[in-house]
């Protein structure tokens, strides 16, 4: 069974500091992405990272795919309190099919 | 507004009894997907559909039905819910993105449970 495994579980930091969350597999995976959930919300997209060793930015978060596609990071640079919520990274399985495995998450509070 | 809606929100029903879960998305999508979140597992998936009057089975089917009749709706069936089904239910749709790759757009979520 594939697996997703993020790092850390929890994070709380004060606003300005930076950040990296860490999503690992023993599997291959075609593609990875990552979303965001608030409470009571369901995950939004963020990022979709295809290549081994891509690296994708959206304004203070980057994404990196590692070179073997088994494990990905995001970066937040100068975090804000709006960036609070659960990162969830998802796998996608085979090229071609719709399925997909989700990492448990990272749940980052970050404190004004 | 491009959305995916389920119904309802919430739901307490008890054991054996028979629930629907509807999922509707008016974004035209091909694809939609029903999972399930529980604490320290993530998102789990249950079956998905990539077409009408197709659908196949995720990593956690037992117990789920599911039908796609028609393009925008996928509901999510419990013959005889069990206490083990007690959970955060989210729907998703999905168009092949300019990457060639699924994008996902959830519902905002069921929360059930099974007493």
């Known amino acids: 069974t594939q697996l997703l495994e993020q790092s850390p579980q929890f994070l709380s930091i004060q606003e300005g500091e930076n950040l990296t969350v860490y999503c690992n597999s023993s599997s291959v995976f075609s593609s990875l992405q990552w979303y965001r959930q608030e409470p009571g919300e369901g995950p939004v997209l963020l990022v979709t990272v295809v290549t081994g060793g891509e690296v994708k930015k959206l304004k203070r978060l980057t994404f990196q795919f590692g070179d073997a596609r088994k494990d990905s990071s995001l970066h937040i640079t100068a975090a804000q309190p709006g960036d609070t919520g659960l990162y969830l990274c998802?796998?996608?399985?085979?090229?071609?099919?719709?399925?997909?495995?989700f990492g448990t998450g990272t749940r980052l509070k970050v404190l004004a | 507004e491009a959305q995916v809606t389920q119904n309802p929100r919430y739901l307490i029903t008890v054991t054996g009894k028979k629930l629907t879960v509807t999922c509707s998305q008016n974004m035209n999508h091909e694809y939609m997907s029903w999972y399930r979140q529980d604490p320290g597992l993530g998102l789990r998936q249950i079956y998905y559909?990539?077409?009408?009057?197709?659908?196949d089975k995720g990593d956690v089917p037992e117990g789920y039905k599911v039908s796609r009749k028609e393009k925008r709706n996928f509901p999510l069936i419990l013959e005889s819910p069990s206490p083990n089904q007690t959970s955060l239910y989210f729907c998703?749709?999905?168009?092949?993105?300019?990457?060639?790759?699924?994008?996902?757009?959830f519902g905002p979520g069921t929360r059930l449970t099974v007493t």
């Open positions: 998703a749709s999905s168009l092949v993105g300019t990457s060639g790759l699924y994008e996902q757009y």
């Open positions: 998802a796998g996608g399985r085979d090229s071609g099919t719709y399925k997909y495995i």
């Open positions: 559909s990539m077409n009408v009057e197709v659908t």
